[in-house]
């Protein structure tokens, strides 16, 4: 009787190590992430290959950049549809899209009003070897805009960081740093063909009312964009720039 009372404790004890050897090894599993990954950005760094396909060559990035960069599948897209000559990308952030139009031979006008993003984006174009085709512009798209000069004017504003998509109809109101409608008409201040990039959940009827800021009318192309067969956002092409008329 003695010994059977004895030996159950050192069971208890036998099971209690192994349980706490299994809590290690998940909790080992789960450091996945380089360091300075906060839990906000977790889930855009396991598609950072997405982002920048040569992202282990030095890509740099801030945790706005994480979520606000134009995945490079997409990006791609925007540099194929451009046709050409000198793109002016209005909101650069990290480089995302300017890296693609530069790709493609195009001379690019870079603007970020904030320093540490075109650094970032300067540093971005060196690992792609582009660099030398951007002139990377610290300041104020509005202030800027009128003395501007380019072919296609390329507009991806910030969309309000990722609560965007927990809005069912998003209005072009909600753009940053102003609504839809004051951004476009900055654009056309430079030239009519203009790219717009826009969340998924976008109002389409506002966005179509766009082009009817212009006498007469713009031309106006509506594409959906896919990653991995997942819709990320809505692309509008005016101008020249809709259903591949740019001649430049």
Known sequence: MESELSNKPTRRRSKKRKLSKRRLKIKGRKRTTEKGISPLVE?????????F?????????????????????????????SGGGCVIDCFSGVGGNTIQFAKMCHHVVAIDIDPHKVELAFNNAKIYGVADYIDFIIGDFFQLASSLKGDIAFLAPPWGGPAYKTIPNFSLDLLKPKDGYSLFQAAQAITPNIIMFLPRNVD?????????????????EIEENYVQNHLKGITAYFGGTAFGKLDL
Do not use: C
């Open 43 to 51: 889930k855009y760094w396991l598609q950072r290959y997405n982002l």
């Open 53 to 81: 396909s040569s992202y282990d060559d030095g890509i740099k990035m801030d945790e706005e950049g994480w979520f606000s960069v134009t995945p490079e599948e997409i990006a791609i897209r925007h540099a194929e549809r």
């Open 204 to 220: 389409l009827r506002q966005v179509e009312e766009l082009s009817w800021l212009s006498s007469p009318p713009l031309n106006i």
